[in-house]
């Protein structure tokens, strides 16, 4: 964490935005780390699936909850970050519609997840959630985002900061899943 705060602090500016980008870091960081722990659950899901390994499931729901967490943790900090750059968080803006709503249905699946038997088709569903978060994020009309902030930035030091939160946090999301996984183990 002080390493994810130095890199935030030492990030550069940008020109339109000013220092409200540190807030972005942030945002786009935790946001892209819950995706790619939803996808790496989808991916667990898709193995549970094809060889019936129900052991898995108890990885899956907690890979599963740390990565809905890390991703929610990304969309309050884009309400800051909205609050900070646009002057009010605007829940109606199509791209924060489209998180919410994968938002609410990653709940829900991982409460699925959580209440059902394990069964070999229950892997399914992480990976079909994951083709909807992506599938959602990308039919989001671009009202107020840009397109690609951080691939058409030509700032190396942005793309670096950009880059250097989201493995931090990409770190923190598998720690914290082997952290959980150790301290509370499976009660027989």
Not at 146 to 162: A, K, L, Y
């Amino acid at each position: 964490m002080l390493l994810l705060c130095l890199v935030v602090w030492l990030g550069p500016d940008e020109r339109t935005l000013g220092s409200g980008i540190k807030s972005v870091y942030l945002h786009v960081g935790l946001t892209w780390a819950g995706m790619v722990g939803l996808g790496a659950a989808g991916l667990l899901g898709l193995a549970i699936f094809m060889t019936g390994r129900l052991a898995w499931i108890r990885w899956l729901q907690i890979v599963g909850w740390v990565s809905t967490a890390v991703y929610g943790a990304g969309i309050a900090m884009s309400m800051v970050a909205s609050q900070i750059n646009w002057g009010g968080v605007l829940l109606q803006e199509p791209r924060m519609a489209a998180a919410l709503n994968g938002l609410a249905i990653t709940l829900i699946v991982q409460v699925l997840l959580a209440w059902l038997p394990p069964t070999r088709p229950l892997g399914l569903l992480p990976i079909l959630l994951w083709g909807l978060i992506l599938w959602l994020n990308g039919q989001a009309a671009l009202v107020l985002h840009p397109p690609n902030p951080v691939r058409t930035t030509e700032s190396n030091g942005i793309q670096f900061t950009f880059l250097a939160v989201f493995v931090l946090f990409s770190l923190m999301l598998v720690w914290l899943v082997w952290f959980i996984q150790k301290t509370f183990p499976r009660s027989s």
